[in-house]
């Protein structure tokens, strides 16, 4: 488990923690990283947000084209854990943290984020 976000070190008592995503790498037609849509569902409900958004935005973010094959997330490009983890921290700061309070308990509402802890909006 991860401290939501990163940087608040590893304190056993945060509250605010999530997974990190492990990605099997499967070398066929030049190298595809399969994630599996339950590690993505997990991460989903941790952030409180879609699990479809956080797999577009990490495709988006690595250039990677992406497929949904059964249960497994499929990026055509190889992709070990820390840069996936990297990715994934770039969207907690941009997509869920508040912008006034750092609190991960934010909700969107109307193309804006809503801090259940303060009550600041981010637009």
């Given at each position: 488990?991860?401290?939501?976000?990163?940087?608040?070190?590893?304190?056993?008592?945060?509250?605010?923690?999530?997974?990190m995503?492990?990605?099997?790498?499967?070398?066929?037609?030049?190298?595809?990283?399969?994630?599996?849509?339950?590690?993505?569902?997990?991460?989903?409900?941790?952030?409180?947000?879609?699990?479809?958004?956080?797999?577009?935005?990490?495709?988006?973010?690595?250039?990677?084209?992406?497929?949904?094959?059964?249960?497994?997330?499929?990026?055509?490009?190889?992709?070990?854990?820390?840069?996936i983890?990297?990715?994934?921290?770039?969207?907690?700061?941009?997509?869920?943290?508040?912008?006034?309070?750092?609190?991960?308990?934010?909700?969107?509402?109307?193309?804006?984020?809503?801090?259940?802890?303060?009550?600041?909006?981010?637009?």
């Amino acid at each position: 488990m991860v401290t939501i976000p990163r940087e608040m070190g590893d304190d056993l008592f945060y509250r605010y923690k999530r997974i990190m995503i492990t990605p099997t790498i499967i070398n066929k037609n030049g190298g595809t990283t399969q994630i599996s849509t339950a590690d993505i569902s997990i991460l989903a409900k941790q952030l409180g947000r879609s699990d479809i958004v956080i797999a577009h935005y990490i495709g988006k973010s690595a250039a990677a084209g992406m497929m949904i094959i059964g249960d497994k997330i499929c990026y055509r490009k190889v992709m070990n854990a820390a840069e996936i983890d990297d990715i994934v921290e770039s969207y907690i700061k941009k997509s869920v943290l508040c912008s006034q309070c750092g609190n991960p308990e934010t909700v969107e509402y109307r193309e804006s984020l809503v801090c259940k802890a303060c009550g600041g909006v981010t637009r």
